[in-house]
């Protein structure tokens, strides 16, 4: 049993920043990458961001040079620190991991948390 908790969602003007964490805990597993996802209302999934174990990184054009994506290992912790926010960045925001471990059957795992409220508004 795997469980992601997002926190740090909430209320901002625009131009301010929040920072969001997502920390993965249960069984046993390790880290293949991990990720942060939106939906605005009346409109799709989108990516985000994400890292990889090995700490690559890839964003979504419209959030490059605002967010910064990155991984604590050892608190299996993900997070997104949003800067330059914006209305368009008002959506649920989604973490997203990619997980493997010894104990499953299945080589690897997708998990999703179960979203935090981002409203840029002023």
């Known amino acids: 049993q795997v469980q992601l908790v997002e926190s740090g969602g909430g209320l901002v003007q625009p131009g301010g920043s929040l920072g969001l964490s997502c920390v993965a805990s249960?069984?046993?597993?390790?880290?293949?990458?991990m990720g942060w996802y939106r939906q605005a209302p009346g409109k799709q999934r989108e990516l985000v961001a994400t890292?990889?174990?090995?700490?690559?990184?890839k964003y979504e054009d419209s959030v490059k040079g605002r967010f910064t994506i990155s991984l604590d290992f050892a608190k299996n912790t993900v997070y997104l620190q949003m800067n330059s926010l914006e209305p368009e960045d008002t959506a649920v925001y989604y973490c997203?991991?990619?997980?493997?471990?010894?104990?499953?059957?299945?080589?690897?795992?997708?998990?999703w948390g179960q979203g935090t409220q981002v409203t840029v508004s002023s």
């Open positions: 997203n991991a990619d997980l493997t471990s010894n104990d499953w059957k299945i080589g690897h795992i997708e998990f």
């Open positions: 249960g069984s046993s597993f390790s880290i293949l990458d």
């Open positions: 890292i990889t174990n090995a700490g690559s990184t």
